[in-house]
């Protein structure tokens, strides 16, 4: 892919990157530990006489490479993404067969896209309306070199389809092969917000759990969302797209 060539790599340094997720993924002990990295597969067979079923908690440690492993406090945020991996769940800079790890750039970026997809999962299945899956916010640190895409905004580039992914998985899959930590994107859900596809778990740091929400589906959008914290309900208004 020669066009690869032509895309800026960007220093991406942000403090307050969100990434919301299930409430259903619990963090995974493991990875939490504070062992090193390094000695997880001594860990793992150890406790594999006791508990057959921890490979399957962990998953494929083997797609991260040693040296791009995080463990402590906060890391199951981080690593899950790419030891729970599957062909039947690919997404825009992926087709299944590596992880990756979506962040964008504050709480609204997040949120507008994690409800695109959520809305799309009730529609293929014929959700009834009502609230649905909870969601938690995880607060996290993003420092990494970054292929760039961010100054294509609202620009007519494969990689930027709002509903394909084919282009965006083959650029992805040629610039990780050649050693890219990721991608930098603007939001196609959220205009005027940033995205960052990480290639490895050590791209992002500090994660914090912040809030949990829950969503509303009318039987055609996710129109409500819901701080179960605070009981606040907040509505969801279409965003008007970019003024050029």
């Known amino acids: 892919m020669s066009e690869t060539a032509e895309i800026p790599v960007s220093r991406v340094e942000w403090k307050g990157a969100v990434r919301i997720i299930r409430s259903a993924f619990p963090p995974i002990d493991l990875f939490e530990d504070v062992a090193d990295p390094a000695?997880?597969?001594?860990?793992?067979?150890?406790?594999?006489?006791?508990?057959?079923r921890i490979v399957a908690t962990i998953g494929n440690l083997d797609l991260v490479p040693i040296n791009r492993r995080v463990g402590g406090n906060g890391a199951s945020y981080l690593m899950a993404p790419f030891t729970h991996v599957s062909i039947d769940r690919p997404s825009r800079f992926?087709?299944?067969?590596?992880?990756?790890?979506?962040?964008?750039?504050?709480?609204?970026?997040?949120?507008?896209?994690?409800?695109?997809?959520?809305?799309?999962?009730?529609?293929?299945?014929?959700?009834?309306?009502?609230?649905?899956?909870?969601?938690?916010?995880?607060?996290?640190?993003?420092?990494?070199?970054?292929?760039?895409?961010?100054?294509?905004?609202?620009?007519?580039?494969p990689a930027l389809d709002s509903y394909s992914y084919a282009t965006s998985q083959a650029l992805a899959r040629?610039?990780?092969?050649?050693?890219?930590?990721?991608?930098?994107?603007?939001?196609?859900?959220?205009?005027?917000?940033?995205?960052?596809?990480?290639f490895y778990p050590d791209c992002a740091s500090n994660p914090s759990q912040g809030r949990h929400l829950d969503y509303h589906w009318d039987g055609q959008r996710v129109d409500l969302v819901r701080d179960a914290g605070s009981g606040a309900?907040?509505?969801?208004?279409?965003?008007?797209?970019?003024p050029d």
């Open 39 to 52: 000695d997880w597969p001594l860990l793992i067979s150890a406790e594999q006489k006791t508990n057959p």
């Open 233 to 242: 309900v907040f509505r969801i208004v279409d965003l008007p797209p970019d």
């Open 94 to 157: 992926t087709d299944g067969s590596y992880g990756v790890l979506y962040v964008g750039d504050r709480f609204e970026t997040a949120l507008f896209e994690t409800i695109h997809h959520h809305a799309r999962f009730m529609a293929r299945t014929r959700q009834a309306p009502g609230w649905t899956s909870q969601f938690r916010e995880i607060i996290m640190a993003v420092d990494a070199e970054l292929h760039d895409l961010r100054a294509l905004a609202g620009a007519p580039f």
């Open 174 to 198: 040629h610039l990780r092969g050649a050693g890219s930590d990721g991608i930098a994107y603007p939001s196609i859900r959220h205009p005027g917000g940033e995205c960052v596809a990480l």
